[in-house]
């Protein structure tokens, strides 16, 4: 158990792009993080590591005996062809593991005061051009559904009386990981352009913002329920990409039509289409009213900082 007053945090499914940088960002500031995830983060690191299958529960509960927080973002990529197995897979490893750390919440002494759930923005579906914040109708398909079971699993599990904060995430823009390397790479060559009819939106955050985003959940009694994890200023594919262009100093881009994206994902990518060519725009209006302050509030400045880190 940890002594009173701890900054103990436990990230489940931290050994991935946004747990290993939150764990970085935490240690930073004088907490200690233990990351509960199936193998062991890659490369050093100030952060203890428990085995967890994702599913059940073992030793690793005791971690979460007197912890500051629980942040949980585990959950399979989305990140592949959509078969029926693959979507089973990502229904299953976020709602069984939600459940699973509800069930140890439920065996600790001192469980922490406030559970941080991952979500998604795409509960708000693909609507093209209308401009979507916590109040907006969910939308209809895979996602949205996915997204109304994981955060169903969090309200229905575990201690009553934890505060809970559910971040309906969004495009997260870093240098270690996600999507965003992979872009800046096709910029680089060439191949940055529009994809499909470019007027899909983007709704995005830089990594910075988000590590401050879910330390401001952890330590900020007053925040509790959905907001909608996005920077204020979301982009049409056409125009991310140009913005991108521009931070890279590359002025030609060549467009993907819709007809070679699918055919490129699906033979050579072994991903899902419907991730670049489908997209929706939100913003938060609850951080907005809360005084939440972006470090990186608008696109031009957030990918002129990505391009320069080294």
Known sequence: MQEAGSKHVVIAGGSGFLGLNLAVHLSERGYSVTILSRSRPRG???WTHAPWDGRTVGEWAQSLDGAAALVNLAGRTVDCVKTPGHCDEILRSRVESTRALGR???GVA???PV????STAHLYGDPPSAVCDEDSAFGYGL???VGKAWEAACHGHGPADIRRVFLRTSFVLGRSGGAFPKLMGLAKWG???TAGKGSQGISWIHATDMDRLMERAIVDETMSGAYIATAPDPA???RFMKALRRALGR???LPAPAPLIRLGAALVLGTDPELVLSGRYCVSKRLEEEGFEFTFPDLESALADLVQRR
């Open 104 to 106: 140890a919440l439920d």
């Open 44 to 46: 050093p690191g100030d």
């Open 110 to 112: 001192a469980p922490p």
């Open 115 to 118: 559970w941080v759930q991952m």
């Open 143 to 145: 996602a949205p559904e």
């Open 251 to 253: 002025w030609i881009g």
């Open 191 to 193: 191949l940055g352009g």
């Open 236 to 238: 049409s594919n056409a």
